[in-house]
């Protein structure tokens, strides 16, 4: 069924469709303004509550351009939101034939974009970095692109590389929740764009509102996290305002089937004992929420500061679910740690912790060392992976992979440890031996994953030279008669 009343904006039917089904209306100045302007292929600067919600209207916009004249479209957003981002670009497309992908990593993008498969790849900046990096995301060839929440990523620094390229004439959409970043990267990189929710230059900042109580919950568990919610408050009648309908469907499915205390709203709250705020409000939605009951906040990672500027006072509220998860994996991590002690694992380190445990105080460096582990990228634990199995495992095969620098550049073993380990995503404990020569390295990879590393190290740079790096010529024949072999497996030339 069509939504007339949003297809006079230039949307497209199926956009229009999508954005009804979310709760947009023709008569919210969000859509009105903002969908056509980016349906036109006008830059857009918004000032919005720092969720991938207030954004339908504007992508919307975007994806009808797109599905309308063609043209290849970046969208860049927080690392933690990437999930958010992508199922609201994909749920505005979902009804057209573009072709949309969320991006962590950089490999089926990367082949993706180079195959010219790819209209909207939505992916996070140090994954935009990459791709740049490796020449498979141009820059010159986008029509538009999507600045997504950048006061939450850790550094605007790809900026610089990306824009450096971008066509003058290309889109450029900026979303933020800091009015002051939004208004420097508009100045920088979307002049005489539309600007959307920034406040008056000469106005007060509203004085924050309360009291509110808060709760921090990861973004993918804010569903989840309304049982713990029901459990701890146990209210006589509980409403959960949304900014839009997507998540309806999850959240009726994590709340209790058939309860008529519980409601689950977009637009205007009735009153009730406990109002939840599921997408983080702005002020003046605040104040509605407050004066329907006693307000809960959500609080996913990165929304903290936005929270701060609206509401005060704020009490934290302790959900056991979360407490329990927390605590099972600080017991599974010190489990590793006396698995690692108890097997000798640790003895090896010794020799390069023993200056530090007789400069520094023994817990100290113990408490520095499980920062650095916990926080390593991917979660993956050096001690877990250090720990030895249960049974014995067969030897993993490894394959050499060629770098293109060596001796000559002043380049070390270290050096490509480094790039392998911080850029590629590859544990330390998977690099083999590396043999340095006059002009190239060496180095050993797990077999099934040498290739792929390769391809992925291309690009990157050691002692400021761009390297180039394969399978070594050996090893790249025998994967070629492997190969062979395998497709022939009928062959019986030269038998008797």
Same mark, same amino acid.
């Given at each position: 069924? !069509?939504?007339? /009343?949003?297809?006079? &904006?230039?949307?497209?039917?199926?956009?229009a469709?999508?954005?009804?089904?979310l709760g947009?209306?023709?008569?919210?100045?969000?859509?009105?303004?903002?969908?056509? !302007?980016?349906?036109?292929? /006008?830059?857009?600067?918004?000032?919005?509550?720092?969720?991938?919600?207030?954004?339908?209207? *504007?992508?919307?916009?975007?994806?009808?351009?797109?599905?309308?004249e063609?043209?290849?479209?970046? &969208? *860049?957003?927080?690392e +933690?939101?990437?999930?958010?981002?992508?199922? $609201?670009?994909?749920?505005?497309?979902r009804?057209?034939?573009?072709?949309?992908? !969320?991006?962590?990593?950089?490999?089926?993008?990367?082949?993706?974009?180079k195959?010219? +498969?790819?209209?909207?790849?939505?992916?996070?900046?140090?994954?935009?970095?990459?791709?740049?990096?490796?020449? +498979?995301?141009?820059?010159?060839?986008?029509?538009?692109?999507?600045?997504?929440?950048?006061?939450?990523?850790?550094? !605007?620094?790809? $900026?610089?590389?990306?824009?450096?390229?971008?066509?003058?004439?290309?889109?450029?959409?900026?979303?933020?929740?800091?009015?002051?970043?939004?208004?420097?990267?508009?100045?920088?990189?979307?002049?005489r764009?539309?600007?959307?929710?920034?406040?008056?230059?000469?106005?007060?900042?509203p004085v924050?509102?309360?009291?509110?109580?808060?709760?921090?919950?990861?973004?993918?568990?804010?569903?989840?996290?309304?049982?713990?919610?029901?459990?701890?408050?146990?209210?006589?009648?509980?409403?959960?305002?949304?900014?839009?309908?997507?998540?309806?469907?999850?959240?009726?499915?994590? $709340?209790?089937g058939?309860?008529?205390?519980?409601?689950?709203?977009?637009?205007?709250?009735?009153?009730?004992?406990?109002?939840?705020?599921?997408?983080?409000?702005d002020?003046?939605?605040?104040?509605?929420?407050?004066?329907?009951?006693?307000?809960?906040?959500?609080?996913?990672?990165?929304?903290?500061?936005?929270?701060?500027?609206?509401?005060?006072?704020?009490r934290?509220?302790?959900l056991?679910?979360?407490?329990?998860?927390?605590?099972?994996a600080?017991?599974?991590?010190?489990?590793q740690?006396v698995?690692?002690?108890?097997?000798?694992?640790?003895?090896?380190?010794?020799?390069? &912790?023993?200056?530090?445990?007789?400069?520094y105080?023994?817990?100290?460096?113990?408490?520095?060392?499980?920062?650095l582990?916990?926080?390593?990228?991917?979660?993956?634990?050096?001690v877990?992976?250090?720990?030895?199995?249960?049974?014995?495992?067969?030897?993993?095969?490894?394959?050499?992979?060629? *770098?293109?620098?060596?001796?000559n550049?002043?380049?070390?073993?270290?050096?490509?440890?480094?790039?392998?380990?911080?850029?590629?995503?590859?544990?330390?404990?998977?690099?083999g031996?590396i043999?340095?020569?006059?002009?190239?390295? &060496?180095?050993?990879?797990?077999g099934a994953?040498?290739?792929?590393?390769?391809g992925?190290?291309?690009?990157?740079?050691?002692?400021?030279?761009?390297?180039?790096?394969r399978?070594?010529?050996?090893q790249?024949?025998?994967?070629?008669?492997?190969?062979?072999?395998?497709?022939?497996?009928?062959?019986?030339?030269?038998?008797?």
């Amino acid at each position: 069924m !069509t939504a007339p /009343h949003l297809t006079r &904006l230039q949307l497209t039917p199926a956009v229009a469709d999508a954005l009804a089904t979310l709760g947009w209306t023709e008569e919210d100045p969000r859509v009105r303004d903002v969908a056509p !302007t980016a349906a036109r292929g /006008h830059g857009v600067v918004i000032v919005a509550p720092p969720a991938a919600a207030y954004a339908a209207p *504007v992508l919307g916009g975007l994806v009808s351009r797109l599905a309308a004249e063609g043209g290849r479209a970046l &969208l *860049v957003a927080p690392e +933690a939101e990437l999930s958010e981002w992508g199922t $609201l670009a994909h749920a505005l497309s979902r009804a057209s034939a573009l072709r949309v992908q !969320t991006a962590r990593g950089v490999a089926r993008a990367s082949r993706r974009l180079k195959s010219d +498969a790819l209209d909207l790849l939505v992916t996070s900046p140090a994954a935009t970095t990459a791709l740049l990096h490796r020449g +498979a995301l141009k820059a010159s060839t986008l029509g538009a692109v999507v600045m997504a929440g950048p006061d939450r990523w850790d550094s !605007t620094g790809v $900026l610089d590389a990306l824009m450096s390229d971008f066509p003058r004439e290309s889109q450029r959409i900026v979303i933020a929740s800091d009015p002051g970043l939004a208004a420097e990267l508009g100045e920088r990189y979307a002049r005489r764009a539309l600007t959307v929710g920034a406040p008056p230059p000469d106005a007060t900042p509203p004085v924050p509102i309360g009291p509110v109580r808060i709760a921090g919950v990861a973004w993918e568990r804010r569903a989840s996290a309304l049982g713990d919610l029901l459990e701890v408050l146990d209210p006589a009648s509980l409403t959960v305002w949304t900014a839009d309908r997507s998540r309806h469907a999850a959240i009726a499915a994590a $709340l209790p089937g058939g309860d008529s205390a519980v409601r689950v709203v977009t637009g205007e709250v009735p009153k009730a004992e406990i109002v939840v705020a599921f997408d983080p409000p702005d002020h003046d939605r605040l104040e509605r929420l407050l004066a329907a009951g006693d307000v809960v906040l959500l609080v996913p990672p990165g929304t903290e500061r936005w929270v701060a500027r609206v509401a005060a006072p704020r009490r934290p509220l302790r959900l056991p679910g979360l407490a329990d998860v927390a605590e099972a994996a600080a017991a599974a991590r010190r489990a590793q740690v006396v698995r690692a002690i108890e097997n000798g694992a640790a003895e090896r380190s010794l020799l390069a &912790l023993g200056p530090l445990l007789e400069r520094y105080d023994p817990g100290a460096v113990a408490a520095a060392l499980y920062d650095l582990w916990t926080a390593a990228p991917g979660g993956e634990s050096p001690v877990a992976a250090a720990a030895p199995a249960a049974a014995p495992q067969p030897a993993t095969r490894t394959a050499k992979v060629w *770098v293109g620098i060596g001796k000559n550049e002043g380049a070390t073993p270290n050096d490509l440890v480094a790039v392998l380990t911080k850029e590629v995503r590859v544990p330390k404990e998977q690099i083999g031996r590396i043999e340095m020569r006059d002009g190239y390295m &060496l180095v050993e990879l797990p077999g099934a994953e040498a290739e792929r590393i390769a391809g992925a190290l291309s690009g990157r740079e050691i002692r400021r030279k761009r390297i180039v790096a394969r399978l070594d010529k050996g090893q790249e024949r025998a994967r070629m008669g492997e190969n062979r072999r395998r497709e022939r497996p009928g062959d019986t030339r030269g038998r008797r």
